[in-house]
């Protein structure tokens, strides 16, 4: 009886138990899917070198994307790349819109995420939002955030800061 609870918990919500961030990726990485990324489409933001870098499909209103936005604010030496995926609410797509439509974008949604700061910019231009959540849906994207590294391998939830360093650090080793 214990097993099976413990499949469905694992199931149900892997990263629950010990040894979930190996077992949250694709067993096997797909390098295709990270160079078949439309980067065009996303807000990005580099910091120090840039070498780590992570594509991350994330919602506005989604209060595990928020957690995931800070932390990945206090790594260096990373590119992050945000993939606008307004999933959960009517409310998601009009802000992600306007971030899209904000002149700094990048501002825009970290203002919004960590601070709750609604873009000023009217969700009136065109974006790629629709496109992006099709996108995400074909990816397997089934909760936020979903994120990916340059291996291909697929991560879904908000990880913990050293278990995300670990991840980037072993998909986006530092060259010699």
């Not at 960590?114 to 099709?134: G, I, M, N």
Request: net charge positive; hydrophobic share 45%.
């Amino acid at each position: 009886m214990t097993r099976i609870l413990l499949l469905l918990l694992y199931v149900t919500v892997p990263s629950l138990l010990p040894g979930a961030v190996a077992a949250q990726g694709n067993a096997v990485a797909d390098a295709g899917v990270w160079k078949s990324l439309p980067f065009d489409k996303a807000i990005t933001t580099v910091r120090g070198d840039g070498r780590r870098k992570i594509a991350v499909f994330s919602d506005p209103n989604c209060p595990y994307c928020k957690r995931f936005e800070e932390d990945l604010a206090k790594l260096d030496d990373i590119t992050v790349h945000i993939f606008l995926y307004p999933v959960l609410s009517k409310s998601s797509v009009r802000k992600a819109q306007a971030v899209w439509c904000s002149p700094n974008r990048a501002e825009a949604w970290h203002e919004l995420l960590v601070f709750s700061e609604e873009p000023k910019a009217a969700p009136d231009c065109d974006t790629p939002v629709a496109e992006l959540v099709a996108l995400g849906r074909r990816l397997g994207a089934r909760v936020t955030p979903t994120w990916f590294v340059e291996t291909g391998e697929r991560f879904q939830g908000a990880y913990a800061l050293e278990d995300v360093r670990q991840i980037l650090d072993k998909a986006s080793p530092r060259k010699p």
